[in-house]
């Protein structure tokens, strides 16, 4: 009995590591998709001040195209950040699997 006793302990002490390193790589993930998203962000907003600066001194066809640029940068900017929520998503999803199958 003793010897079954010491076996799961030892089985349960492998899944805790496991889930240890799991919730580790995981956070690591979260942060440096955070990180990526802030730095679009700041790249984003920092090109559409100086385009929209561009366009308050343009006129006629040059301000529409300033502003045409301006729109198609931000739909840049939400298809980057959709794509790394995504991934952020997959990878909490292979996490949790990964649990499920250890626990």
Do not use: C, F, W
């Not at 590591?17 to 919730?23: F, M």
């Amino acid at each position: 009995m003793t010897e079954t006793i010491h076996k799961n302990k030892l089985q349960e002490d492998k899944v805790q590591v496991e889930i240890d390193a799991l919730s580790r790589r995981l956070e690591k993930a979260q942060a440096e998709t955070e990180q990526s998203i802030l730095q679009i962000i700041r790249d984003t907003e920092a090109t559409a001040k100086v385009l929209q600066t561009e366009a308050a001194k343009a006129h006629g066809e040059a301000k529409s195209h300033i502003k045409a640029q301006v729109d198609a940068l931000r739909e840049q900017y939400e298809k980057a950040a959709a794509q790394l929520r995504k991934v952020t998503a997959e990878k909490l999803r292979e996490a949790a699997a990964t649990l499920q199958k250890a626990g």
